[in-house]
């Protein structure tokens, strides 16, 4: 198992930046799959980046070119650096871990641990 816990969230105006880190603990962090998703008032969650064990990585179309998300297995953290950020941006923003072979990155179903989310607001 590995338990997750989220920070950085905050309010921002648009066009700032925010880095977000979600910190692992329990079973080798560096085993995991790990991404980020979101979830905005009255929507479901939707999927934001994923970086497999090996380092490749995939971001949703709505943040490509302004997201980055990174891991440091030897500080069992994995972060997403937000930048040029918009309103549409503001979310809870979760972190998920997944052990074994994931099909769909983008299905949150598909993640076996999530941490309690961190709110990220972005004003106009």
């Known amino acids: 198992q590995v338990q997750l816990v989220e920070s950085g969230g905050g309010l921002v105006q648009a066009g700032g930046s925010l880095r977000l880190s979600c910190a692992g603990s329990?079973?080798?962090?560096?085993?995991?799959?790990m991404a980020w998703f979101r979830q905005a008032p009255g929507k479901e969650r939707e999927f934001v980046a994923v970086i497999y064990r090996a380092g490749y990585t995939y971001n949703a179309d709505s943040v490509k070119g302004r997201f980055t998300i990174s891991r440091d297995n030897a500080k069992n953290t994995v972060y997403l650096q937000m930048n040029s950020l918009r309103p549409e941006d503001t979310a809870v923003y979760y972190c998920a871990a997944k052990d074994g072979y994931l099909s769909d990155y983008r299905r949150s179903a598909q993640y076996d641990y999530w941490g309690q989310g961190t709110q990220v607001t972005v004003s106009s």
């Open positions: 329990g079973r080798t962090f560096s085993g995991y799959i």
